[in-house]
């Protein structure tokens, strides 16, 4: 079974801060996918990025960062110097790959608001 | 290339009434997945389509609820009797052979009261 823990259930900032969203995950299978997503309140999840288990390489895009470590099965995000449009409540996600990825189970969310 | 569109955006109904939405994936999308999400929680996966052929379904998809894809178009969900419990958000998306995301509907948000 697969399982996705996002611990943090709000977090509020100042703009300009820094902010850090954990994901840990459980999986059994040894290759997966792993997702950020964003849900504005217009309530439409939008995409952010895809990591495969086998690249554990940070990805920085912008103003946004990902730190994946297979050794504690966790996929934190970074965004550097948040601005009041970051604020949504943000979705990590795992999936198998192939025909086990077709089934995204996500965890239960991080709401983030960015104050002025 | 429009975005993945559900219609209705909010259904109000009674409970014990019937209701069916639809949702209108990227045309050239074959896979096509429905998710329900309740206030306060992640998406949970109900179904999932690859063409027309319904390939998967959750356990959380009772008798209840039943799912088409006709001609591997568009796709509609239609839950029957309606309860309090489904009243949730339900995110239709979709995703093209080798794709890298799933592009997700705004929703359509049912209240049962």
């Known amino acids: 079974a697969q399982k996705v823990t996002q611990a943090q259930t709000e977090i509020s900032v100042v703009e300009k801060e820094d902010v850090t969203l954990d994901c840990v995950y459980e999986?059994?299978?040894?290759?997966?996918?792993l997702f950020w997503y964003k849900q504005p309140p217009s309530g439409e999840l939008v995409f952010l990025i895809r990591?495969?288990?086998?690249?554990?390489q940070n990805e920085i895009s912008g103003r946004y960062s990902w730190n994946f470590q297979k050794s504690t099965s966790s996929f934190n995000f970074t965004i550097t110097a948040s601005q009041v449009v970051d604020s949504a409540v943000y979705f990590c996600?795992?999936?198998?790959?192939?025909?086990?990825?077709?089934?995204?189970?996500f965890g239960g969310g991080t709401r983030l608001m960015v104050k002025p | 290339d429009t975005g993945v569109s559900q219609d209705p955006r909010h259904k109000i109904t009674k409970r014990g009434q019937n209701v069916t939405f639809r949702c209108d994936p990227i045309s050239e999308h074959n896979r096509l997945y429905w998710y329900r999400q309740t206030l306060g929680q992640g998406p949970e996966f109900l179904t999932y389509?690859?063409?027309?052929?319904?390939?998967?379904k959750s356990r959380l998809l009772s008798d209840r609820f039943s799912a088409e894809r006709p001609k591997g178009s568009f796709s509609t969900l239609e839950i029957q009797r309606t309860e309090q419990g489904d009243s949730a958000m339900y995110l239709c998306?979709?995703?093209?052979?080798?794709?890298?995301?799933?592009?997700f509907g705004s929703g359509t948000r049912l209240t049962v009261v």
């Open positions: 998306a979709s995703r093209g052979q080798g794709a890298y995301g799933y592009t």
């Open positions: 996600a795992l999936s198998g790959v192939g025909n086990a990825g077709n089934m995204l189970t």
């Open positions: 999986t059994r299978d040894t290759t997966y996918y």
């Open positions: 990591r495969n288990s086998f690249d554990e």
């Open positions: 389509f690859q063409n027309e052929a319904q390939l998967e």
